[in-house]
């Protein structure tokens, strides 16, 4: 038998052609890498982040600062290896998707649940405040770190664990903001400032934010839509309610009661709920340190009084302030909290979930406010319950 074989001597160059082309293949691959950036059109609402990707990347960009929109930091997910190797400055480099995160807050942790990333769960801040069962079945397992107990995660065991990634929040001060203890470790930290946010849909898409560090954009922006179109039908809904019932919230702390800013997330849903909110002309989007006195004035003919803090009954309310009883709301039976479904800690859902879904809690309150309505909503209340 005969065979066609090529001249030995022509091999070897012929060799060097074929890695040639292919190194320049690569190096060409390479240098487009973080090329041709495209910005996710599908953001719509919220400011805080933004997120750009091509075949090799995704970029995502924090704005983290309070006082302004500058970029605070910014994250490449890199679905292919060569990204890694680039030498980028001011910024983090990670693996797409990222397989091992630590969730500083019970919101993060339930919301990688939501993305079907329960895997990717490898530490948590504190198991008290957790809800959900799917995370509390893990921690049992014991295939879950708890890294916290109080206001810092124990640093020690963060850095043992190796993360991709660290989930934590921000007060928007990106001085203060970071450790500088866990900054000096390296490790990727993304700061979420979701609460900086001015609408409760914008809230509720930085579950783009999170998929996007464990590849689930299908998914979150399934999620997202489902949420915006569900949230635009209830504010629908509540516009034919013939009445507009006035409203306040929380209960005095020490010396002061912090009351939600006119322009806050729970002024914005209150609103769209068709219902007025005492404090709605206030253009603040934190809270409002006032006495009892100057709530007392403006609210004790209020409809309806919303969260008070973990109480679970009207003699628990007394037993924190005899006064209030005087309050209309309180005599009338048209105080709610939002702890029907809490722990044994008594943490509830709706701190874990409410932020990724606001269409639950407008669907409570219209239920609460417009009881001519209810008939129309296909739930019973999520995560409300009147206080007797």
Known sequence: MKFNCMPHKLIIPALFLLLFCRCQN????????????????????????????????????LFGNRANRD???????????????EGVTHAYLLRSPCKKIAALSSIYASML?????????????????????????????????ELSKGPQPDLERLVALHPDVVFSFGMGNPASD?????????????????HLEATPLARAEWIKFF???????????????????????????????????????????SDAWYLPGGKSFMAQLISDAHADYLWKNDTNAGSLPLSFEQVYARAHDADYWLNPSMVTKKTGLLSYESRYGSF????????????????????????ETGMIYPNRILSDLIYIFHPGLRAQLKNDLYYYRQIN
């Not at 890498?33 to 960009?61: G, H």
């Not at 979150?220 to 019932?245: C, M, V």
């Open 71 to 85: 970029t605070t930091a910014v994250f490449y997910i890199c679905k292919d290896s060569l990204a890694l190797k």
């Open 328 to 351: 209309k709301a309180f005599k009338e039976n048209h105080v709610y909290n939002n702890n029907k479904n809490a722990n044994a800690k008594g943490y509830s859902a709706y701190w």
């Open 113 to 145: 649940c939501d993305l079907r990333a329960t895997d990717a769960l490898a530490a948590i801040d504190n198991i008290d405040y957790i809800t959900n069962p799917r995370i509390i079945d893990k921690y049992n397992a014991h295939h879950l770190e």
């Open 178 to 194: 970071l450790d500088p203890k866990l900054k000096q470790t390296g490790i990727p930290v993304a700061m979420s400032v979701d």
């Open 26 to 61: 690569d190096a060409a691959k390479h240098e487009n890498v973080f090329a041709d950036l495209k910005t996710d059109s599908t953001l719509r609402y919220a400011k805080r982040f933004s997120i750009a990707a091509n075949d090799y990347v995704t970029a995502v960009y």
């Open 211 to 253: 998929a996007a560090f464990v590849d689930k954009k299908q998914l979150a922006d399934s999620i997202f839509s489902e949420t915006e179109k569900n949230y635009f039908a209830l504010k629908d809904l509540a516009q034919h309610a013939a009445e507009r019932p006035t409203v306040f919230s929380e209960i005095k702390y």
